[in-house]
């Protein structure tokens, strides 16, 4: 049988005074019997921060805290040797060994990222989505683009992966591509057609 559900406790006014005069100088454990129980000491500590309340300087100094809130080296923290058993539901609710979330995506599942592009999972594990149009460039060079170097849709269409629609360009060409669009159409054409002679040029 799991244990009642316990109801959200909100803080009263006497509580966040009875916070607001001790906390300076209390410990967690000060703090909680202070409070009757009411309250964890994370919780106690979350609301304290937000109020704006932290440690005194004899706080501190008893404790051996440095400047940045943390324990000096060789400090025994209040809760070593404390064997913590959680309680509430919250065995009915943690994950066992082998599941499987029920929102976990396959390998190859795909989706749209808020630019446009087509996403591909390509293993099992947390940040494994890829671009796409680089894993079908990659499928068919080797490789990825080399430094400096980008891939273009040809059509300009973003979903359109195929191979045949994929251009590899260096980042200068991409950015005169991007300018001649203020540009006539015939002055486009001649922009164009020097870039492509560039290239031949260049033996690419």
């Known amino acids: ?49 937000k109020i704006g309340l932290c440690k005194s300087e004899t706080y501190k100094s008893k404790y051996k805290i440095s400047s940045n809130g943390r324990f000096s080296a060789g400090i025994k923290p209040w809760n070593k040797g404390i064997n913590y058993k959680a309680g509430g539901r919250s065995i009915e609710t943690r994950f066992k060994p082998g599941l499987v979330p029920a929102n976990r995506s396959s390998v190859g599942t795909k989706r749209i990222d808020t630019e446009g592009y087509i996403l591909i999972k390509i293993e099992e594990g947390m940040h494994k989505f890829r671009l796409l149009h680089r894993e079908v460039w990659k499928e068919h060079h080797g490789e990825y683009p080399s430094s400096g170097m980008v891939l273009v849709f040809k059509d300009g269409n973003k979903r359109n992966c195929k191979i045949d629609n994929l251009e590899c360009i260096s980042r200068k060409e991409l950015m005169l591509r991007n300018s001649i669009n203020k540009y006539p159409e015939e002055i486009k054409d001649v922009i164009r057609l020097r870039a492509v002679i560039t290239r031949k040029i260049n033996g690419k």
């Open 1 to 49: 049988m799991s244990a009642p559900y316990k109801k959200r406790q909100y803080w009263t006014p006497e509580q966040i005074k009875i916070l607001a005069d001790n906390y300076h100088e209390s410990t967690s454990e000060e703090m909680v019997e202070l409070l009757g129980g009411v309250f964890l000491g994370q919780k106690i500590c979350d609301k304290a921060k």
